[in-house]
């Protein structure tokens, strides 16, 4: 579970960002959309497979 606390001098609009900044570092949302549907377990390789080759070809993108 995310929280923050407030400060006595904070403002609301501060407070926000700072717990949607920690929501989002969080994953909660990522998890919760990954959970949502069912994925095949072979559709789940091929997915992590091209995450893979898409990591190992990043670095000689950059280089170029």
Do not use: C, W
Request: proline fraction near 3%.
């Amino acid at each position: 579970m995310v929280g923050i606390n407030i400060g006595d001098n904070e403002s609301i609009d501060k407070a926000l960002r700072r717990f949607k900044k920690k929501y989002e570092r969080s994953g909660i949302l990522k998890e919760f959309k990954k959970r949502t549907f069912f994925v095949k377990p072979s559709v789940k390789k091929r997915m992590e497979r091209i995450k893979a080759a898409r990591r190992a070809h990043r670095p000689m993108r950059f280089t170029q």
